[in-house]
């Protein structure tokens, strides 16, 4: 019986002969051994077991209550340590979404080609993006994401930032968000969205449903301009987009690009407008 | 509750913390309800610590992750993600490489969500948190042949994803 012959070629599959008689495994497991599984935070999941731990189990000795909470307050001691001094931050590659669950609970969804930084305690709420991110942040003192071009400030609501190239376009989808770049500042309500394009800002609304509009298998726009489309798509798929002599200036694309076919999705953007291209090895050049 | 067994209690939730965690991601393929399930395991086994035998701590930990799970009680479709360690620098391969390289990936990551739950964990213990199969089956309480036949039946049904490649 050979039952559990791969089974035991792989257990010593180190030695060349193995790897000869399983190419094709071979090749698949080689892939599977470069994965890696997010750790989670150990010490912030003590405190919490520490916590909940006592509040299930009252009425010990006083005494050894003390030694207890000395040793907690060491171990807060030796967190907090850990805890101020330590920077965080996540991000994530083409085609891959990320959700981030903040210390102060918040939650950041990350779109692909997306970074973010802020310090791992998190007391002063503020973190610093690249990319696009949609945020739910917990209600409590100011909260404020900064990119490149402009800080955005808020207390307790939903909202998407794109800030990619030279754009940053936020969008409010509950609560109150206050947008300010170098030169202006403005506060949008649900449904609003202000786009810094060139250095204007300008205010326009959008249907709600679409303002988490990438989470899903596509990417949803009213309205934008093409070429921050373009900007999504490029850094979704991680290709570079040449425009070439296109002139994509004052074109507005309404409706959404599939996340899982580059080509589809550049038909999905391009075809409305005539516009051809190519893809060639230094990405994708736009024709007329 | 004495210092010695919180010391004895931190010694084991040092060592098994992550790979618990990851034994549950491996199973239900949700990072939260893995770490609420970390969470509760770990305060079971300090409330109960005194009446677990030296040496059995891992196959008690294991198991009680296992019970928390099933008492949880979803038993939906996983689909499990991973990231990617860099081989080498990758900034010098063309888009189309990279593009083919994700979607092999996502082949990949597929396939193992599509196993059976109790042969993902094995592999996946065997493969991701590197344990021989003597140390898993230690840890499930199982005998070393019946992982083995899991491992056998894991890889059968890898080396399938090959002819849609």
Not at chain 1, 1 to 13: G, I, N, V, Y
Not at chain 1, 142 to 152: A, D, E, P, Q, Y
Not at chain 1, 233 to 244: E, M, N, R, T
Not at chain 2, 24 to 39: M, S
Request: proline share 2%; net charge positive.
């Amino acid at each position: 019986m050979e039952d559990d012959r791969l089974a035991k070629w792989l257990a010593k599959s180190y030695d060349a002969e193995g790897l000869n008689e399983e190419p094709v495994l071979s090749k698949i497991i080689e892939s599977i051994d470069q994965f890696a599984i997010d750790p989670i935070d150990e010490e912030r999941l003590f405190e919490k077991i520490s916590a909940k731990r006592n509040t299930n189990k009252p009425g010990l000795l006083r005494s050894l209550k003390w030694i207890g909470a000395a040793a907690a307050s060491l171990i807060m001691v030796f967190a907090a340590q850990q805890l101020f001094f330590t920077a965080q931050s996540t991000s994530t590659t083409f085609q891959e979404t990320a959700s981030v669950h903040l210390p102060d609970e918040s939650v950041v969804t990350l779109n692909s080609q997306t970074s973010i930084h802020y310090n791992k305690s998190f007391n002063d709420r503020q973190l610093t993006l690249k990319g696009e991110a949609f945020f739910e942040v917990k209600k409590g003192s100011t909260f404020s994401v900064k990119t490149k071009h402009g800080t955005i400030e808020v207390l307790g609501t939903s909202f998407n930032v794109f800030s990619r190239d030279s754009f940053l376009i936020v969008t409010c989808a509950t609560g109150k968000v206050q947008v300010s770049s170098l030169s202006q500042s403005t506060i949008l309500l649900p449904g609003q969205q202000s786009s810094l394009v060139d250095d204007k800002l300008i205010v326009s609304t959008v249907p709600i449903e679409d303002i988490q509009n990438w989470t899903g298998s596509k990417s949803h726009f009213s309205k934008m301009p093409l070429v921050v489309v373009l900007s999504a798509l490029s850094h979704h798929y991680g290709f570079a987009i040449d425009a070439g002599i296109v002139d994509l200036q004052s074109l507005e694309f309404t409706g959404s690009f599939v996340h899982s076919d580059i080509d589809k999705a550049l038909k999905m953007v391009l075809l409305p407008f005539n516009i051809q291209y190519e893809i060639n090895q230094y990405g994708i050049r736009l024709k007329q | 509750m004495s210092s010695k067994q919180d010391k004895r209690f931190k010694t084991h939730y040092t060592r098994l913390v992550q790979p618990i965690f990851r034994f549950i991601y491996y199973k239900c393929g949700d990072r939260v309800l893995a770490e609420d399930i970390a969470q509760d395991t770990f305060i079971r086994f300090w409330n109960k610590i005194e009446t677990v035998k030296e040496g059995g701590e891992s196959a008690y930990i294991y198991r009680i992750a296992k019970n928390l799970l099933i008492n949880h009680g979803q038993k939906q479709k996983v689909s499990l993600k991973f990231q990617q360690t860099l081989r080498q620098n990758q900034e010098n391969h063309s888009p189309q490489f990279l593009l083919e390289e994700k979607e092999f990936k996502q082949k990949v990551e597929r396939a193992i969500s599509n196993l059976s739950e109790k042969q993902r964990e094995v592999f996946l213990m065997n493969r991701i948190d590197g344990l021989k199969y003597r140390e898993i089956a230690e840890r499930l309480d199982i005998s070393q042949k019946a992982v083995e036949k899991r491992m056998q039946l894991a890889l059968l049904a890898l080396k399938k994803i090959h002819k849609k490649i």
